[in-house]
């Protein structure tokens, strides 16, 4: 469970950094997805290997979403009932990721923004530093209207916003020793520079349980076969994890009332 001040960190400034936190699973963690991209013929795509899908191909893995360290804080941060929108599996050589943001805000049919609680949960697998390819963060560009202004200086297309280099911007570097837990809302902005070995990470992604039509768009827009979940979850023996994921084939008519 998250304290008090760690909510409102992640509120005010979009992401928390939780050190140390799978530790001790660090090492089952690593080997099960060393498996997992050992057995899959993806072949590098601008010098990375993204698998999505990825806990939901090994059940050992499967502990993760409802471990005690997880299910209780993706509960404080997006609501009891949330979804599951799915995981991925990268490796990445880029010394190079410009400033992006997973998910924009958008308007809905009558031009006013909706804020939709989605969150990523970052486990990286090898130390990374500042120097070597860190996650760096823009605190509180998760929020209107520093999100939006960010996004009219088109920082994501690597051309010197605000007149800096990429990794000029400031931001907050969090370097990690494998084990910590990065989280953060998808809405943030985001970035890595430096190194450019292969750094590994596993990723868990969660969403409030849709109330809107529009909420639906956005799942929709950013995640491929989100209405599509696998089968190793739709028929899990975990029944926290099949809550998460048996309202999602309904949704792909794009309407809540169909």
């Not at 999505?52 to 360290?69: A, G, K, N, Y």
């Not at 120097?131 to 010197?160: K, Y």
Request: glycine fraction near 8%.
């Amino acid at each position: 469970m998250l304290e008090l001040n760690q909510l409102a960190h992640f509120r005010s400034f979009g992401f928390l950094r939780l050190t140390g936190l799978f530790a001790q699973d660090i090492a089952d963690i690593t080997r099960e997805s060393e498996h997992i991209w050992e057995s899959d013929d993806t072949p590098r795509k601008n010098q990375e290997i993204r698998l999505d899908r990825f806990i939901e191909r090994c059940p050992p893995l499967h502990r993760l979403v409802t471990d005690d360290r997880v299910y209780p804080i993706v509960e404080q941060l997006v609501g009891p009932d949330f979804i599951w929108v799915g995981s991925e599996g990268n490796i990445s050589g880029r010394n190079r990721v410009n400033w992006h943001a997973d998910r924009k805000y958008y308007r809905d049919g009558e031009g006013h923004w909706i804020d939709y609680a989605q969150i990523k949960l970052m486990l990286y697998l090898d130390p990374l530093t500042c120097e070597t390819g860190c996650l760096r963060v823009i605190p509180g560009s998760h929020r209107m209207p520093l999100h939006s202004d960010l996004g009219d200086q088109e920082i994501d297309a690597g051309s010197e916003p605000f007149g800096l280099d990429g990794p000029d911007l400031p931001c907050a570097a969090l370097e990690t020793t494998p084990g910590d837990l990065i989280i953060f809302n998808h809405c943030l902005w985001h970035a890595a520079y430096g190194g450019g070995h292969d750094r590994r990470y596993v990723a868990l992604k969660f969403a409030a349980r849709p109330t809107r039509d529009d909420q639906l768009v956005s799942l929709e827009r950013y995640t491929s076969r989100v209405f599509d979940p696998d089968e190793a979850f739709l028929d899990h023996p975990d029944g926290r994890i099949r809550q998460m994921v048996e309202a999602l084939p309904g949704y792909r008519s794009g309407s809540l009332c169909a």
